[in-house]
C-alpha cells in the first residue's frame, strides 16, 4: 500500500492536474513546521517557470481543488510566495494507518538483487580492536537491511590473510623455533594437525616481527623471502600458514559472535590468489595493463576534472598489491558470484584506492555499469581528545575489552535505576549485555557514517536521551504494558481517529516505508537510528498522557493497544536492523 506521504502526494497531485498543472508538481514532505501543518508542498514555486504565472497564484488555484476534499483534508492553506500547507482529518489518518498495520511493515523489494558486502576485514594473526567497530556494525546494518527487503545478500569479512604480514610470521617464527618441520624443505607433507601457536602467541609474535623488520635489513630480506615462497605454494609454509587462519578464524568469530555479527563467506585475499596471473596477463595482452619504471600499472582517466594516479598491478619487484587482489575480487564477485551491486564498508581514508579500483574494473570490462561499486565510507571513533580512541595507558582498545566494558557500565546503570535486580542472576547479566551491546551500536549508527564521533561511555549505556538503552526500554515499556493486561503481540485491536493525545504518534508511525526507502538509497544507518529514536520519543510522549492499563472506556483503550502494537512492532522491525536485542523485561 501506499505510505501516508505518497497517499496524500496522490490526492495533491490529482489537484495540480484539475488545476491544469503537471502531476508532478504535486509531490508533498512532512512539515519542517508540523505547527502550521501535517505536510507541505513546494511545486507551485517549481512550476512558475514553466507556465509563466506567479507561484502563488497557481498555489492558490491547486487549492481551490484541495478544499473540495473535506473528507480527507481538514485544513489547506496557501502560505508565503506560494507554499501550499496541507493536514488530513483525523479520519482519514487512523484508516490509512490501520491499514498499513494490516500490511506488511516495510514492503519487498519488487526487484531483489544478489547484494554484497564487503567488511574491509580485519588481519590474520592481529586481535580485533576498536578500529574494527564501525565497519562491523554499520556493515551489518546494511546487509541486514537489504535482506529485509527481499535481496539476496552475501556478507564477506574479506581477511587480510596474504602478503607480507605473513611473511613477517612465519620468518620470525623460523628465527625462534628453526627446529619446527615446516622449516624443512626436504618435507612436504605429514605436517601436524595441532598448531605450534596460539593467538596470544600471533598477537606478541607479529608486533615484534613487525618491529624487527624496521631495524634489521637481514631479517627484512627474510620475511620478503618467506612472503614470496609462501605464495609460491612451498608446503611447509602454506601448512603453517593454514595454521595462522584456522587460530585466527577461532578468535575472530568469537568477538564477532559477542557483537552479533556474522558473515556468509570467511574469504580473505588468498581466495583470489590464482585468478590474478591470469587477469594480469588478460590486462596486459589488451593494453590496459603498461609498463611504468619496472611496474605494470593501469592509467586512469580524469574523474571530475580531478587527475587520478594509476592503478598499480605489480611492483617492480614483481610483487602485487591491495589493488592487484581487490581488482580480482571484483570480477569474482561480478562473473562467478552475479553480483548486481557491491558494497565495501570501509574506511572513509581508503576512498582514493576504491576511486582507482572501480575505475579499473570499468575501464578493463571487469564490471559493467550497470552493477554498482559503492565504497560507504566511515569517520573514526575518538576519545575526548579527538584523536583515535585508545585506552587510558595509550594502546589500541581490543574491541573484546571494549564489549566487556560496555556491559559492565549497562551493569553499573540498570542497579542505579533498580532495574532487574530481583531476576536471577543469569537474567540480570543478559539483559546486561543486550543493553551493553544495543548501547555500543546505537551509539555508532546514530552517526552520520561520514563523520567521526566521541565515544563517551556513560552517555551510551544512559536510559535518557539519544540512546540505544532508551530505544530498548521504550519496547520493553510496551511489553510490560501487554502482559499486564494479557494481550498477545498478534491481537488486532483498531486504531481510533486520534486526538491531540495519539495524532503526533499516528503521523510518525506512518513514516517508516518512507525512512527506510531514504536509508537504503544514501546507505545511511543513522536515518532508521533518528527514525527510532523519534518514535520513541513519540511514544513515550503518548504514554505520559494516557493511563493505557488503568483505562476503563474500552474502545479507547484498545484504540490505546492498538498504536502500541503497532509502535512495538515498529521498534522490534528498526532494532533488529540495527542489530540491536531487546530483553523480554528489565
Not at 562473473?335 to 557491491?342: E, F
Not at 547479566?429 to 551491546?437: L, P
Request: aromatic fraction near 8%.
Amino acid at each position: 500500500m501506499p505510505t501516508l506521504q505518497q497517499y496524500v502526494t496522490d490526492i495533491v497531485s490529482a489537484a495540480f492536474s484539475a488545476a491544469g498543472f503537471d502531476t508532478s508538481y504535486g509531490a508533498v514532505v512532512f512539515s519542517e513546521r508540523p505547527d502550521l501543518s501535517q505536510f507541505q508542498c513546494n511545486g507551485a514555486l517549481k512550476a512558475a517557470k514553466q507556465y509563466g504565472q506567479s507561484p502563488r497564484s497557481i498555489a492558490e488555484a491547486v487549492s481551490v481543488q484541495l478544499q473540495q476534499n473535506t473528507e480527507i483534508l481538514s485544513n489547506v492553506q496557501v502560505d508565503g510566495p506560494g507554499f501550499l500547507n496541507i493536514s488530513l482529518t483525523d479520519t482519514a489518518i487512523a484508516a490509512q494507518l490501520n491499514q498499513y498495520a494490516q500490511s506488511e511493515i516495510v514492503p519487498q523489494d519488487q526487484n531483489p538483487q544478489t547484494v554484497i558486502v564487503d567488511f574491509g576485514g580485519p588481519n590474520v594473526a592481529k586481535p580485533l580492536h576498536v578500529g574494527h567497530l564501525r565497519s562491523s556494525i554499520i556493515g551489518d546494518s546494511i546487509q541486514k537491511l537489504h535482506r529485509a527487503l527481499g535481496h539476496t545478500v552475501y556478507g564477506d569479512i574479506h581477511l587480510g590473510d596474504w602478503g607480507t604480514p605473513m611473511g613477517i610470521l612465519i620468518a620470525f617464527i623460523q628465527r625462534e623455533q628453526p627446529e619446527l618441520i615446516y622449516f624443512d624443505p626436504t618435507i612436504t607433507d605429514g605436517y601436524p594437525a595441532e598448531s605450534p601457536v596460539s593467538m596470544a602467541d600471533l598477537e606478541r609474535l607479529y608486533p615484534a616481527g613487525s618491529t624487527l623488520l624496521k631495524e634489521d635489513a637481514e631479517f627484512q630480506r627474510a620475511a620478503q623471502q618467506a612472503t614470496a615462497e609462501l605464495q609460491a605454494g612451498r608446503p611447509g609454509y602454506r601448512a603453517l600458514w593454514n595454521h595462522f587462519i584456522t587460530v585466527s578464524e577461532v578468535g575472530l568469530k568469537d568477538n564477532f559472535k559477542s557483537l552479533g555479527v556474522e558473515f556468509d563467506w570467511w574469504y580473505g585475499e588468498s581466495h583470489y590468489h590464482d585468478r590474478i596471473d591470469p587477469l594480469v596477463e588478460k590486462l596486459k595482452s589488451e593494453g590496459i595493463a603498461v609498463e611504468s619504471k619496472g611496474a605494470l600499472i593501469i592509467p586512469l582517466p580524469e574523474q571530475n576534472g580531478t587527475e587520478i594516479p594509476p592503478l598499480i598491478l605489480l611492483k617492480s619487484d614483481g610483487a602485487f598489491l591491495y589493488s592487484t587482489t581487490d581488482l580480482a575480487c571484483v570480477d569474482e564477485r561480478v562473473h562467478d558470484n552475479h553480483a548486481n551491486q557491491i558494497i565495501y564498508v570501509v574506511d572513509q581514508r581508503q576512498h582514493l584506492h576504491f576511486t582507482q579500483v572501480f575505475s579499473a574494473a570499468r575501464l578493463a570490462k571487469l564490471c559493467p555499469e550497470n552493477v554498482p561499486l559503492i565504497h560507504a565510507g566511515f569517520g573514526t571513533i575518538n576519545g575526548s581528545d579527538g584523536k583515535p580512541f585508545k585506552t587510558r595507558a595509550g594502546g589500541v582498545m581490543r574491541l573484546r575489552d571494549l564489549i566487556t566494558m560496555v556491559t559492565e557500565k549497562a551493569t553499573e546503570r540498570m542497579v542505579e535505576a533498580g532495574m532487574s535486580q530481583e531476576y536471577p542472576e543469569a537474567e540480570q547479566k543478559e539483559i546486561a549485555r543486550k543493553v551493553g551491546i544495543s548501547a555500543l551500536k546505537f551509539a555508532d549508527l546514530i552517526n552520520n557514517r561520514t563523520s567521526n564521533y566521541i565515544f563517551d561511555l556513560d552517555r551510551f549505556v544512559s536510559f535518557e536521551g539519544k540512546t540505544g538503552p532508551y530505544l530498548v526500554y521504550t519496547a520493553v515499556r510496551i511489553q510490560s504494558i501487554l502482559r499486564k493486561l494479557k494481550v498477545q503481540p498478534d491481537t488486532d485491536f483498531v486504531m481510533q481517529a486520534p486526538t491531540d493525545v495519539e495524532r503526533g504518534l499516528m503521523l510518525t508511525l506512518s513514516q517508516l516505508p518512507d525512512v527506510v526507502n531514504a536509508t537504503l538509497e544514501g546507505l545511511t544507518p543513522h536515518t532508521l537510528a533518528e527514525y527510532g529514536f523519534t518514535l520513541a520519543q513519540e511514544f513515550n510522549r503518548f504514554y505520559q498522557q494516557t493511563s493505557i492499563i488503568h483505562e476503563q472506556d474500552t474502545q479507547k483503550q484498545q484504540g490505546w493497544l492498538a498504536l502500541s502494537l503497532f509502535t512495538l512492532k515498529q521498534l522490534t522491525w528498526i532494532t533488529e536492523i540495527l542489530g540491536m536485542e531487546i530483553p523480554e523485561r528489565m
